[in-house]
């Protein structure tokens, strides 16, 4: 069983930058592909950023490429997304959410969600 907590959403102006933290109980964790994804009012989810159990294969979204960059610390049980230049239409609740499938985009290829963490961007 893994449980995902995401901390560091919150209110920044338009070129701004954040950095979201998922951190995750369970040993296995490491072991785990990890993706982040976000859902903004209206909107269905989207897949945001990938990483697989080792942090060396990492994949993206275009709308975010260059601009986001997701990693891990398996010591710390931490998967980061470090958001830069962000934009009003990145505003949206922003889930990190675990799985057996590395590469995959999907959200029914992740068998473990946390509840969100709220980021929104003025312009």
């Known amino acids: 069983q893994v449980q995902l907590v995401e901390s560091g959403g919150g209110l920044v102006q338009a070129g701004g930058s954040l950095r979201l933290s998922c951190t995750a109980s369970g040993r296995t964790f490491s072991s785990y592909a990890v993706g982040w994804f976000r859902q903004a009012p209206g909107k269905e989810r989207e897949f945001v950023a990938g990483v697989n159990w080792s942090g060396g294969t990492t994949y993206y979204a275009d709308s975010v490429k260059g601009r986001f960059t997701i990693s891990r610390d398996n010591a710390k049980n931490t998967v980061y997304l470090q958001m830069n230049s962000l934009k009003p239409e990145d505003t949206a609740v922003y889930s990190c959410?675990?799985?057996?499938?590395?590469?995959?985009?999907?959200?029914?290829?992740?068998?473990?969600w946390g509840q969100g963490t709220q980021v929104s961007v003025s312009s």
């Open positions: 959410a675990a799985g057996r499938v590395s590469g995959t985009k999907k959200p029914y290829d992740y068998g473990y």
